[in-house]
T-cell receptor
């Protein structure tokens, strides 16, 4: 497809279970970002990938959160032992900006995955 | 620490009038600012941006103003249309790196007939 896609669109899980969220960025975009939006909050940065490496993981809230990117394309965000405070919309974005570029580039967002932890 | 703040959670404007959405930031290192629009159940979409070397950027009905000394930016929409009803997020970042965006909490704009 032409845009960023994410799956699943909705995920309901029980506290303590692990979840995997997937992001397919726009083809050719080297930069990939994960954000989350909790109820009543703005978008909160989680992690940034340039290619397959993650130079900025500063937003991951705990060691229960991890992410990987393979082939410079698809990324998976994994949350282990989910807690109720993990409930949020998880958004993925991609951009064509390469590291060291002269200007911050527009980030294109996917529709998000709504995670509900019961 | 909220580095980007949108103090008005909601705004209602009549169709045809001007909508003004405000945003304040605290980190003086930010040098690039963006506005995103978000409809329900969709991801945010880019609207307009401005570099800190400018104080105004215009794109059709949308104009962003930047006041660096006050660490304040605003988005003007004129004339407002019902299709503009959405949540608007202000975001800030640093140029020169593929840096994360720091977002405000959003302002819900309702354009009434």
């Amino acid at each position: 497809g032409a845009g960023v896609s994410q799956s699943p669109s909705n995920k309901v899980t029980e506290k303590g279970k692990d979840v995997e969220l997937r992001c397919d960025p726009i083809s050719g975009h080297t930069a990939l970002y994960w954000y989350r939006q909790s109820l009543g909050q703005g978008l909160e940065f989680l992690i940034y990938f340039q290619g397959n490496s993650a130079p900025d993981k500063s937003g991951l809230p705990s060691d229960r959160f991890s992410a990987e990117r393979t082939g410079g394309s698809v990324s998976t965000l994994t949350i282990q032992r989910t807690q109720q405070e993990d409930s949020a919309v998880y958004l993925c974005a991609s951009s064509s900006l390469t590291s060291g570029g002269p200007m911050a580039d527009e980030q294109f967002f996917g529709p998000g995955t709504r995670l509900t932890v019961l | 620490d909220q580095q980007v703040k949108q103090n008005s959670p909601s705004l209602s404007v009549q169709e045809g009038r001007i909508s003004i959405l405000n945003c304040d930031y605290t980190n003086s290192m930010f040098d690039y600012f963006l506005w995103y629009k978000k409809y329900p159940a969709e991801g945010p979409t880019f609207l307009i941006s401005i570099s800190s070397i400018k104080d105004k950027n215009e794109d059709g009905r949308f104009t962003v103003f930047l006041n660096k000394s006050a660490k304040h930016l605003s988005l003007h929409i004129v004339p407002s249309q019902p299709g503009d009803s959405a949540v608007y997020f202000c975001a800030a970042t640093f140029t020169g790196t593929a840096s994360k965006l720091t977002f405000g909490t959003g302002t819900r704009l309702q354009v009434t007939l």
